[in-house]
């Protein structure tokens, strides 16, 4: 299958008489972008499992870079995702379910008003704060994958970490919260693991641009900064449609 970025395909890693199925999106299948410099989104994707596993969330699966059939590229651990009610859904206008936020109110098939909304979920929220940190252009609701040991994992991060501010995501519905007190330990822990020595820079080092990793720990001092969940940005779409 093919999915707006870049040719994503099922392979399975062997080793040592081990194996596990993957998701392996090889640098030769990426669609130039205009906002992108080429060949850089499979290290998007092994970058953003570096920063989630910093947080201590494990929000993405395992992504590493590999050499495959068709060159190197990202292979992610397959997840199995469980039959979980939605975490994103648009729903009637105003009909908002208990237990759920609001993003926005839209016009859906047949011109009927609809609102966008997705589960008040402390698991979605910490993929809401992750995708704020690096930049995530495209979080639509099908990149959730709740799994039957209950965690939420995000996926699909190949245009993330650029330098422009492009956060676009349905999970809008926190906007202007305060930060609670774990997400500052864990934003204060990123800011120490970026540091020009820090654990977390080496590990972005060559996946990748120096400016992008201090774009990042940018972003991480403006969140701790003004103490809340960003506000949709102004000048830039702010959620990715169809949302799912």
Same mark, same amino acid.
């Given at each position: 299958?093919?999915?707006? $970025?870049?040719?994503?395909?099922?392979?399975?890693?062997?080793?040592?008489?081990?194996?596990?199925?993957?998701?392996?999106?090889?640098?030769?299948?990426?669609?130039? /972008?205009?906002?992108?410099?080429?060949?850089?989104?499979?290290?998007?994707?092994?970058?953003?499992?570096?920063? $989630?596993?910093?947080?201590?969330?494990?929000?993405?699966?395992?992504?590493?870079?590999?050499?495959?059939?068709?060159?190197?590229? $990202?292979?992610?651990?397959?997840?199995? $995702?469980?039959?979980?009610?939605?975490?994103?859904?648009?729903?009637?206008?105003?009909?908002?379910?208990?237990?759920?936020?609001?993003?926005?109110?839209?016009?859906?098939?047949?011109?009927?008003?609809?609102?966008?909304?997705?589960?008040?979920?402390?698991?979605?929220?910490?993929?809401?704060?992750?995708?704020?940190?690096?930049?995530?252009?495209?979080?639509?609701?099908?990149?959730?994958?709740?799994?039957?040991?209950?965690?939420?994992?995000?996926?699909?991060?190949?245009?993330?970490?650029?330098?422009?501010?492009?956060?676009?995501?349905?999970?809008?519905?926190?906007?202007?919260?305060? /930060?609670?007190?774990?997400?500052?330990?864990?934003?204060?822990?990123?800011?120490?693991?970026?540091?020009?020595?820090?654990?977390?820079?080496?590990?972005?080092?060559?996946?990748?641009?120096?400016?992008?990793?201090?774009?990042?720990?940018?972003?991480?001092?403006?969140?701790?900064?003004?103490?809340?969940?960003?506000?949709?940005?102004?000048?830039?779409?702010?959620?990715?449609?169809?949302?799912?």
């Amino acid at each position: 299958m093919v999915d707006a $970025s870049n040719a994503t395909l099922f392979a399975v890693l062997r080793r040592d008489g081990l194996e596990a199925a993957c998701i392996y999106k090889p640098r030769s299948g990426e669609r130039p /972008l205009w906002d992108f410099p080429d060949g850089t989104l499979a290290g998007r994707e092994v970058a953003a499992h570096v920063v $989630s596993e910093a947080t201590g969330w494990a929000v993405v699966p395992p992504t590493v870079l590999r050499e495959g059939p068709f060159g190197p590229g $990202s292979c992610q651990l397959w997840v199995e $995702s469980t039959d979980e009610d939605g975490l994103v859904d648009v729903v009637p206008a105003g009909a908002v379910p208990e237990g759920w936020l609001a993003v926005l109110d839209a016009t859906g098939p047949g011109g009927a008003p609809v609102t966008l909304v997705h589960r008040d979920d402390p698991r979605l929220r910490r993929v809401a704060l992750l995708d704020a940190v690096i930049n995530n252009a495209d979080r639509k609701g099908g990149h959730l994958l709740p799994t039957p040991a209950g965690a939420v994992h995000g996926i699909d991060h190949g245009v993330c970490f650029n330098e422009d501010e492009k956060l676009r995501t349905v999970l809008w519905g926190w906007a202007g919260e305060p /930060l609670a007190e774990e997400e500052v330990e864990v934003l204060e822990r990123l800011d120490a693991g970026l540091a020009e020595d820090g654990p977390l820079r080496a590990g972005l080092t060559g996946l990748l641009a120096r400016r992008e990793v201090e774009t990042t720990q940018r972003r991480v001092r403006r969140l701790l900064r003004r103490g809340g969940h960003p506000r949709p940005p102004q000048g830039w779409p702010a959620i990715p449609w169809p949302p799912f």
